[in-house]
């Protein structure tokens, strides 16, 4: 049907769409070797105590450090990595790498005398991967071989795959749970939740989404009804006996008002973008905290 609108507009359209097309095909294409290169980053970001600004756990983030298109954020290509299933061996190595760098922050902590102030460590884990039936074996693998407690660590799971979580996966995060792994529920209330479901499964964290935090941006001018909706959200997750972090603060209003509405933890640019290891090591450092 293409020819019978005219040629001109049509061919110029379906040419962009399969420039699109040839540079995804390319970029799943290459992300195997990618991995084997070394190629792939993990950035980290703390979720801090609204409370009284400690460090509680932190966030891995995978970066694609691309040798000819430069740095490439993973909404770019972790949905890619899900349909050829590369996210399998690209989520197992952010989970070593994370783990290995939860393990020497607990370190420093230990040297400040507060080895119960270690954070946690933060993993996204996609579906594909909880559809694996030796996920939980290599979970336990990961923590003997990098000595880290299951307990500091903590998997985050989209709302709408855990509300689609069944047999084998479901079964997968029991298992986790009862190793001692936290469960968190990540960009929480984008997608539809079934209240009854959510109370079945082993979670122990509510990350509600950037989206709801946006309207909290200024005290003045806030928007009454993400106001509400934060609020209620934070009152379902305590009543539900859940922590609740928000995301994507990115001002000291927004931070204020979430402590004022009793939100436990929050993460966002406001208190420091995802950037490499380091950098979570001199946090740690800087923070004064309790033995
Ligand atoms: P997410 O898990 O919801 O992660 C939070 C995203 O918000 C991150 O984007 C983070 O950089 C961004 N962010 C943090 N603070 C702020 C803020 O104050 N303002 C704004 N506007 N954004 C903020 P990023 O790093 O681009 O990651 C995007 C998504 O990619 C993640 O969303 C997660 O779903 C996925 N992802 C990242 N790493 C992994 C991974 O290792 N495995 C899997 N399966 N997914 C991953
Ligand atoms: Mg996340
Ligand atoms: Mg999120
Ligand atoms: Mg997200």
């Known amino acids: 049907w293409a020819k019978s609108e005219g040629r001109g507009r049509w061919t110029v359209f379906d040419t962009e769409r399969n420039d699109r097309e040839v540079a995804r095909y390319t970029l799943s294409a290459e992300m195997p070797a990618a991995l084997h ?79 119960a102030a270690a954070p946690f460590i933060s993993v996204n884990l996609a579906e594909r991967q909880c559809h694996e039936p030796g996920l939980v074996r290599q979970v336990e693998r990961v923590l003997a071989e990098t000595g880290l407690e299951p307990e500091r660590l903590q998997f985050e799971l989209t709302e709408s795959q855990i509300m689609a979580t069944d047999g084998g996966p479901l079964e997968r995060l029991r298992e986790l749970a009862a190793m001692g792994v936290r469960i968190a529920i990540d960009d929480f209330g984008t997608g539809y939740s079934n209240l009854a479901y959510l109370r079945r499964l082993p979670v122990c964290e509510l990350k509600i989404a950037g989206s709801f935090v946006e309207g909290l941006r200024k005290p003045g001018d806030a928007d009454p009804v993400d106001a509400r909706i934060v609020a209620s959200l934070v009152e379902l997750a305590h009543a539900l006996g859940l922590t609740v972090t928000a995301e994507g603060i990115e001002t000291a209003a927004q931070a204020e008002r ?13 208190f420091s973008r995802p950037g490499p290891p380091d950098r979570i090591a001199t946090l740690l450092d800087g923070v004064p905290r309790a033995g």
């Open 37 to 115: 290169h070394g190629e792939f980053d993990v950035d980290y970001q703390p979720l801090v105590s609204l409370a009284d600004g400690s460090v509680l756990g932190v966030e891995a983030l995978v970066r694609w450090r691309h040798p000819r298109q430069g740095l490439i954020g993973p909404d770019r290509f972790i949905g890619l990595a899900e349909e050829t299933g590369l996210i399998v061996p690209l989520g197992m190595y952010v989970l070593e790498r994370a783990c290995r760098e939860a393990q020497r922050w607990s370190g420093s902590a230990e040297a400040l005398g507060a080895p």
């Open 258 to 270: 979430l402590r004022a509405i009793g939100c436990d933890a929050g993460q966002g640019w406001y």
